[in-house]
C-alpha cells in the first residue's frame, strides 16, 4: 500500500528483507514481553551486530557496515510499521555514533564504535532535564575541572535507552557564564562512581523501550571524555539534530502507510448494515483523504531524505519535515483508528499501539511548536 520508494535502489531493498527476516525471528516473538517488562534484553542488541544491522553508514574502519543512510531508513521503516519502537537501534547507531565519528578523537573512535557495532556496548544521549527540554542552551548539568579531571554533576530524564545504556553522551555546561558556548559533549561510562540510574519511566506508549532517570553525583571522567572541543557542545547538537528530526520523519511516513494498508483490510472485511464498511461513502472519502496524505508525505519525505544524502538538508527543512509529518501521522492514525471501532482501542490491533505510541512523535526530537519557531526564523 506504501508509495513508490523511488529513493531506493536494489541493494536497499535487499537489505530491507534482511532487516524484515531479523524483526520476525528475533523481535516479534519477545515484544509483548519486553513491553510488560519495561526493557529489552542485552542479548536481541547482540543478535543484531552480529547481523550487522548496527550502525550501517559507519565506516568499516570503524566496525560498521559502510553503507549510505538509506540503510537506516530502510531499518526505521520496518520497524516502524510492525510497531516496534524498541530496541532503540536508531538512537544507538544514528544519533550517537555520529557524535562519536563527528566530533571523537581517533582514540575514542576507535574505543568505542566497534564495541557499538556489534552490540556489546549499549549507548543514550543525555540531553533532557527535569527542567530543560528543548532549550539545550539552559541545562544544569555541569562538568567542572578539578585537578586533571571533570566533575560531572546534575540530573536528566526521559532518557531513550537510559535502563541499560553503558555509555552516554552527557550535555553539560563547562562554563555556567558563557551561555551557549559553555555547553559542552562528554561521554560517561556508566560503570563510573557517582553514577546513578532512576526510574524506568512509565509512559503511555513505547513501552518496550527503557527510558529512565538518569544522575550524577560528582562523577570523575578524564579530560580524555569530552568529546569534540570544550565549549563547542551547542555547535555540534545544532548540526547533528537535523539527522534525528528526519529520523522522526522516516518513522511517521511509515507508521502513516502501514496504517492505512491495515484500515484498508479492516474496512473490507468488516461488515454493517449487510455491506462491508468500505463501500460506505464516509469510508471511502476518509480512506481517499489519507491515501493522499500518506502519498504527499512520502514524496515530501523522499525530498528531504535527497537533500540530506547530498548534504544539503537544512535545519529549517529537517525542522518542517518534523512537525509536519508527525502533526500528520497523528491525525492519520486517528482517522484510521475510528474505523476500527471499539476494536481500535484494543492493543490486540496494531492500529492502537501505533496510535499512542505516535503521540510522542509530535515532542521528541523537539516539540512542533519549537519546530516552527525555527521555521519562522529562516523566513
Known amino acids: 500500500m506504501a508509495s513508490p520508494r523511488t529513493i531506493y535502489q536494489e541493494e536497499h531493498e535487499l537489505f530491507r528483507k534482511t532487516v524484515a527476516a531479523f524483526l520476525e525471528r528475533e523481535i516479534a516473538p519477545n515484544y509483548e514481553r519486553w513491553e510488560k517488562e519495561g526493557q529489552v534484553s542485552r542479548e536481541v542488541w547482540r543478535k543484531a551486530g552480529e547481523a550487522r544491522l548496527l550502525l550501517t553508514d559507519v565506516p568499516e574502519e570503524y566496525g560498521g557496515a559502510g553503507a549510505d543512510f538509506l540503510y537506516s531508513a530502510v531499518m526505521i521503516e520496518e520497524m516502524a510499521k510492525r510497531v516496534f519502537t524498541a530496541p532503540g537501534f536508531r538512537l544507538h547507531s544514528d544519533i550517537v555514533a555520529p557524535y562519536i565519528l563527528n566530533y571523537g578523537s581517533e582514540a575514542q573512535k576507535r574505543r ?20 530543560t527540554g528543548s532549550d539545550l542552551q539552559a541545562v544544569r548539568t555541569t562538568a567542572l575541572r578539578r585537578g586533571n579531571e571533570l566533575v560531572v554533576t546534575g540530573q536528566k530524564t526521559f532518557i531513550t535507552n537510559g535502563g541499560m545504556a553503558d555509555l552516554m553522551v552527557v550535555v553539560a555546561k563547562t562554563d555556567a557564564s558563557a551561555g551557549a558556548k ?22 503511555i506508549g513505547q513501552n518496550a523501550q527503557d527510558t529512565a532517570e538518569i544522575f550524577f553525583d560528582q ?18 547538537l545544532m548540526s547533528q539534530l537535523p539527522r534525528e528530526r528526519l529520523l522522526v520523519a522516516i518513522a511517521s511516513v511509515a507508521i502513516m502507510e502501514a496504517a492505512l494498508a491495515w484500515t484498508i483490510a479492516y474496512t473490507r472485511d468488516r461488515r454493517a448494515f449487510g455491506k462491508p464498511i468500505a463501500e460506505f461513502q464516509n469510508t471511502r472519502f476518509k480512506l481517499a483523504e489519507v491515501k493522499t496524505e500518506v502519498t504527499v508525505a512520502r514524496v515530501f519525505l ?9 548534504g544539503d538538508l537544512d535545519a529549517a527543512t529537517a525542522a518542517m519535515s518534523k512537525w509536519w509529518l508527525s502533526e500528520l ?32 512523535h509530535r515532542i521528541y526530537a523537539g516539540t512542533t511548536e519549537i519546530m516552527k519557531e525555527l521555521v519562522a526564523r529562516s523566513l
Not at 182 to 203: C, Q
Not at 303 to 310: G, I, P, R
Open 302 to 310: 523522499n525530498h528531504c531524505l535527497e537533500l540530506f544524502l547530498a
Open 112 to 131: 568505542w564504535l566497534p564495541a557499538m557495532a556489534k552490540g556489546e556496548v549499549i549507548t543514550a544521549i543525555a540531553m533532557t532535564e527535569p527542567g
Open 182 to 203: 559553555g555547553v559542552t559533549l562528554v561521554l560517561v561510562e556508566a560503570d563510573r562512581p557517582g553514577f546513578r540510574r532512576g526510574r524506568n519511566l512509565k509512559k
Open 329 to 360: 501521522d497523528n491525525k492519520v492514525l486517528d482517522t484510521c483508528l475510528q474505523m476500527f471501532g471499539g476494536y481500535g482501542y484494543m492493543l490486540e490491533y496494531p492500529i492502537a499501539r501505533a496510535y499512542a505510541d505516535a503521540r510522542v
Open 219 to 236: 562523577v570523575h571522567v578524564p579530560p580524555d571524555n569530552v568529546l569534540g572541543e570544550e565549549g563547542a557542545g551547542f555547535t555540534y
